[in-house]
């Protein structure tokens, strides 16, 4: 898998860096000391996690369909699934996956400290292999694999979500890649990816869809109920 820690310049800011910052400034309530300890890993890394505003996000998200079940097609060490573990609650469960064995040990370890490893099923490989092999749908499938793989993590993903239930994957606007003429991709074909990607899902007659564009475009794909 290609490492996720390599620089991803701008190419465009999808949202201007003074308003996510305003946006910022009104979450303080959600202050924990896992959370700014994995911030703190991910800023010395370069390690990319979605950052505060998209797992706020992600929890509403959640909580406004009641999901009790999700997989993360690629979860680095948790922090998404941070988000998705508070919201599922008690009786909820987040299947995590990652190709890296620190990764999961890291994830378990923040996820022990906030209370939330119970509701975690952290399991390492490849995510489409993993997918593959679990049963049943799920309320949301989040995609934040290999940016060449979404257009197959799509077409895996949309059949195993209930109706009601979301799609919802990072990185489509790519760093405002997609939306210019010319650009430097870190890793040839991703960007035709995101594209082929973002167009299956808007042309899919059985969701709804909306990019909500904070820091890097999130997708959300609602499947419709029959």
Same mark, same amino acid.
């Given at each position: 898998?290609?490492?996720?820690?390599?620089?991803?310049?701008?190419?465009?800011?999808?949202?201007?860096?003074?308003?996510?910052?305003?946006?910022?400034?009104?979450?303080?309530?959600?202050?924990?000391?896992?959370?700014?300890?994995?911030?703190?890993?991910?800023?010395?890394?370069?390690?990319?996690?979605?950052?505060?505003?998209? $797992? #706020?996000?992600? +929890?509403?998200?959640?909580? =406004?369909?009641?999901?009790?079940? %999700?997989?993360?097609?690629?979860?680095?060490? !948790?922090?998404?699934?941070?988000?998705?573990?508070?919201?599922?609650?008690?009786?909820?469960?987040?299947?995590?996956?990652?190709?890296?064995?620190?990764?999961?040990?890291?994830?378990?370890?923040?996820?022990?400290?906030?209370?939330?490893?119970?509701?975690?099923?952290?399991?390492? $490989? #490849?995510?489409? +292999?993993?997918?593959?092999? =679990?049963?049943?749908?799920?309320? %949301?499938?989040?995609?934040?694999?290999?940016? !060449?793989?979404?257009?197959?993590?799509?077409?895996?993903?949309?059949?195993?979500?209930?109706?009601?239930?979301?799609?919802?994957?990072?990185?489509?606007?790519?760093?405002?890649?997609?939306?210019?003429?010319?650009?430097?991709?870190?890793?040839?074909?991703?960007?035709?990816?995101?594209?082929?990607?973002?167009?299956?899902?808007?042309?899919?007659?059985?969701?709804?869809?909306?990019?909500?564009?904070?820091?890097?475009?999130?997708?959300?794909?609602?499947?419709?109920?029959?």
């Amino acid at each position: 898998m290609q490492s996720p820690t390599i620089v991803n310049p701008s190419q465009l800011d999808p949202v201007n860096p003074a308003i996510e910052k305003y946006m910022r400034s009104l979450v303080g309530r959600t202050d924990h000391p896992v959370l700014t300890e994995m911030e703190a890993v991910a800023a010395k890394n370069n390690f990319p996690i979605v950052g505060r505003l998209v $797992g #706020i996000f992600l +929890e509403t998200l959640a909580k =406004t369909i009641d999901a009790k079940r %999700i997989f993360e097609f690629g979860s680095g060490y !948790g922090y998404s699934a941070y988000w998705f573990a508070k919201a599922a609650g008690v009786d909820g469960k987040v299947i995590c996956t990652d190709g890296d064995p620190q990764n999961k040990e890291k994830a378990e370890q923040y996820l022990k400290s906030a209370d939330l490893l119970e509701r975690i099923d952290f399991r390492t $490989g #490849i995510a489409q +292999e993993i997918f593959g092999q =679990t049963e049943g749908l799920f309320d %949301i499938c989040y995609n934040d694999a290999d940016k !060449g793989d979404y257009p197959e993590i799509w077409r895996m993903a949309k059949e195993r979500i209930r109706p009601g239930g979301l799609y919802v994957a990072d990185n489509v606007l790519w760093h405002g890649r997609v939306a210019v003429e010319r650009y430097v991709d870190i890793v040839p074909g991703w960007t035709e990816a995101i594209l082929e990607h973002n167009r299956l899902i808007f042309n899919d007659p059985e969701f709804d869809a909306f990019i909500n564009p904070t820091r890097d475009g999130v997708v959300v794909a609602r499947r419709k109920a029959p």
